[in-house]
């Protein structure tokens, strides 16, 4: 493993051995900032020397469901960290996401209710589990200590900061200047995120590249409690399916860590030959050695189709097994060569009153193919519709009792009965 230069101001009390420049490799890997590193290079000689696991926090706010594919950057980097003897954290916001996070927002963010929190946060770690080891890891939710503040405890929480170091923060400065309304209770968000840290005793805390000030709140938090503040690690965010924008279900733009393998895989093969590389760094476990030479190879001929296929093997395998990614690869091969995959929705669908026929519109939207008639209408002007293999051409094509293989696009099929 090719070790980082340790810096000359990390002097720590405790031996840097080869084991301690092997944590602070796999720390960098792929991340976007550490802060301090120095410090950090002491907490990894000092657990070296003692044998004590140090203490790594993620925090997830439950404001949806599901995980999808840029949630689990940070998760691998947690799962790096554990496999090499750390402790992690997984705290679930379920205080937190009573007050909505406000990184990156034009406006303030609608709360969820209690209701809502529960039923996302059951779904949370079960899934994060997927790349975590549950051996080692804590799973904690903020409402533990935050209620336990009450008003008191908040009023004593929000005197450890000001105001003007508040409004420093990006997100907050641009809204004030456009005058756009900041409600009081968002300038908490970052108050308990950090006082997370201080109830935590955390060592390191990660996020996104959009979590910095939130971060940073923490060690302030920790020195104000007079602990050892932690170091912050942050990772880039994964850009969606676009191309363009960060992966959100909100711009559904996302692959979801439980998805179906045979979409999971689909959606992985669409992403540009460009924008593969930033997966293969963020997503992959491959040494960067080989994800180096794969890349190489691809820009000395190779068909770069060749590596997307390795990642999405790797990514599904990992979600759902290797048969199941074997299984994707088939269909995704399947599908390219006009077939039809093996395992598509059925549905079954009434005629009209008549009891003669139904345009291919309403059999369509009513298929669950298509949100609109007239989006079916604007996909057959398109030439993205197929039925029975055959490209449809005719909006006014209407359809009898019978059974009909439909495709819409590229990877959406039903087998339809009208009846």
């Known amino acids: 493993m090719l070790h980082p230069e340790i810096p000359p101001e990390a002097q720590p009390s405790h031996p840097v051995t080869d084991r301690v420049r092997d944590a602070l490799a796999v720390t960098l890997r792929g991340c976007h900032e550490l802060l301090p590193e120095a410090d950090w290079v002491k907490k990894l000689a000092r657990s070296e020397a003692t044998g004590v696991p140090l203490r790594i926090k993620l925090g997830l706010d439950p404001t949806a469901p ?3 594919l840029g949630h689990t950057v940070v998760l691998n980097k947690l799962r790096q960290l554990q496999d090499i003897g750390h402790t992690v954290i997984f ?7 009573l007050i909505g996070d406000p990184s990156g927002r034009n406006s303030t963010r609608p709360p969820l209710t209690a209701e809502q929190i529960k039923t996302n946060a059951d779904t949370y770690y079960k899934q994060a589990s997927l790349v975590l080891n549950p051996e080692r890891t804590e799973i904690r939710y903020n409402s533990e200590w935050c209620d336990a503040l009450g008003a008191r405890g908040m009023i ?15 997100d907050f400065t641009k809204r004030y200047k456009a005058n756009t309304p900041i409600s009081v209770h968002e300038f908490l968000y970052p108050l308990m995120q950090g006082y997370d840290s201080v109830a935590l005793k955390a060592d390191l805390e990660l996020g996104g590249t959009d979590q910095k000030f939130n971060l940073l709140m923490g060690r302030h938090l920790q020195a104000e409690y007079s602990q050892e503040p932690q170091c912050i690690l942050t990772m880039p965010l994964l850009v969606g399916l676009d191309g363009v924008e960060k992966m959100s279900k909100s711009k559904n733009n996302y692959i979801g860590i439980s998805e179906a393998p045979n979409s999971m895989f689909g959606k992985l093969m669409s992403i540009s030959d460009t924008l593969m590389w930033s997966y293969f760094e963020l997503l ?15 820009d000395g001929g190779r068909n770069p189709r060749d590596a997307k296929v390795m990642l999405a093997q790797e990514v599904v395998a990992r979600f759902h097994g290797a048969k199941a990614a074997d299984d994707a690869l088939a269909d995704f091969v399947n ?4 077939g039809v995959p093996e ?3 059925q549905a079954q669908l009434a005629l009209p009153a008549d009891g003669v026929s139904l345009g291919i519109g309403a059999l369509l939207k009513q298929a669950g193919l298509v949100p609109s008639t007239s989006e079916a209408l604007r996909m057959i002007e398109q030439g993205g519709v197929r039925m029975d293999g055959q490209a449809v051409s005719d909006k006014g094509l209407k359809l009898g009792a019978g059974t009909y293989v439909v495709q819409v696009g590229k990877r959406k099929f039903a087998r339809v009965t009208l009846a």
């Not at 900061?161 to 409004?167: H, I, L, N, S, W």
């Open 66 to 68: 599901d995980i999808h």
């Open 91 to 97: 705290l679930i916001g379920d205080f937190t996401s």
């Open 156 to 170: 004593q929480l929000a005197s450890r900061y000001t105001v003007a170091r508040m409004m420093e923060r990006d």
């Open 284 to 298: 992959s476990f491959k040494p960067l050695a080989d994800i180096a030479q794969l890349k190489t190879e691809c």
């Open 335 to 338: 599908r390219a060569k006009g």
């Open 343 to 345: 395992d598509i929705p």
